[in-house]
């Protein structure tokens, strides 16, 4: 019997090894298309289509949940966009917590949970991010998405070298085209990110949005965070909102500026009626100065570096052992949203919506954010 050539063998098992490699990492990155389940809650009387407002998004990765919340009580309507930037959990989890607990019981509650559902399909380059992160609930843990600030590349590319945006010209580097918090108010025909955008425009002009806000997170060190960013038409409600949350904790409040464009803050209070608000909270998985970035960084936000930087006031919010958790971030995030329902009654057109009974800062920073959400099926 001939002998088989050592090399053969080898060539054999390396090329072996690589399928393997190739179908394992097929069936790794085709579930993150699969998207975890979010569970309605008592509250939600319907749930409709982004595309339902931009036919071109059906089908594709652009297309996504719209949560309604009608109290059945006529009143003013918020919408509540999560998941602009998918790699900022505490914006997401907080809308899945609003589909999930809230009742209103005065106006309508409309949640966009995965604003950027294409991002939540991917991690960014270079950053080391966890795919996912575990939520302990009274049943046991929830795996949610980690995703990235921006549109997979797989469903739209390539990149232009400079991003001009639509409707104001203004110049960014090109790979701004696929944020969808620079892409506002859109354009029906333009790029998967854009036709996003131009989607959640229309929905607020059709369903005469009162009150429209964008749950972000940014890094302990920026200088915009623990902040109410507002257009210049919603800052009187900015305002109402940090004094009404002030003996819980501390945020600022910021008037959007008037020369930067695609953000929601800016382009949704100047093309539509809607007063439009943008908050971000301190999330040290994003920031420059932290360690490794894994699972449990996301969620409980401790890193010994930033407690290091903190000590030579490096980071802009305030910082120790304890770290800013998930659930803190969230609390910041609900409490929030709940006060400005309860202020509108004073801006706009005076009218109410009621959230209902949501749980105070206190109660969610205690319970932990779990403590609210459906336990896993």
Request: glycine share 8%; aromatic share 8%.
């Amino acid at each position: 019997m001939k002998k088989i050539p050592v090399h053969i063998i080898t060539a054999s098992i390396l090329s072996l090894l690589a399928i393997c490699a190739v179908v394992y990492l097929a069936v790794v990155f085709g579930a993150a298309r699969k998207a975890e389940p979010i569970y309605p809650g008592e509250g939600v009387t319907q749930v409709r289509m982004l595309s339902e407002w931009c036919p071109s998004l059906k089908g594709t990765a652009g297309d996504t949940e719209v949560y309604v919340l009608d109290s059945g009580t006529p009143g003013a309507s918020m919408l509540v966009l999560g998941g602009t930037h998918p790699n900022e959990p505490a914006g997401y989890l907080s809308a899945v917590m609003l589909v999930e607990y809230c009742r209103p019981s005065c106006g309508i509650l409309y949640v966009i949970p995965r604003s950027n559902n294409s991002g939540f399909t991917c991690t960014d380059p270079l950053e080391a991010s966890p795919m996912t992160f575990g939520i302990e609930t009274a049943g046991g843990v929830r795996t949610f998405r980690f995703g990235s600030r921006a549109t997979n590349p797989v469903d739209q590319w390539p990149d232009s070298e400079v991003y001009i945006h639509a409707s104001s010209g203004q110049i960014l580097s090109g790979s701004e085209t696929r944020n969808l918090n620079r892409a506002y108010p859109g354009r029906e025909d333009g790029t998967l990110t854009e036709k996003v955008a131009f989607a959640i425009t229309e929905l607020i002009k059709n369903n005469y949005i009162d009150i429209t806000v964008d749950l972000h997170e940014a890094s302990p060190e920026y200088t915009t965070v623990n902040a109410i960013v507002a257009h210049e038409d919603a800052l009187s409600l900015a305002f109402l909102t940090m004094w009404d949350v002030e003996e819980s904790f501390r945020i600022s409040a910021d008037e959007s500026p008037r020369n930067l464009h695609g953000l929601t803050h800016r382009e949704l209070g100047d093309f539509t009626d809607t007063l439009a608000l943008l908050m971000e909270t301190a999330n040290p998985s994003q920031g420059r100065l932290r360690g490794r970035t894994d699972a449990n960084l996301v969620v409980s936000g401790q890193d010994k570096f930033y407690v290091r930087a903190a000590s030579y006031d490096a980071v802009t919010v305030p910082y120790d052992e304890r770290g800013i958790s998930i659930s803190e971030r969230c609390a910041r995030h609900v409490s929030c949203l709940a006060a400005m329902a309860e202020m509108s009654p004073f801006v706009g057109e005076g009218r109410e919506i009621n959230l209902g009974d949501m749980p105070a800062y206190e109660e969610i920073v205690a319970n932990g954010i779990g403590y609210y959400l459906h336990d896993p099926v």
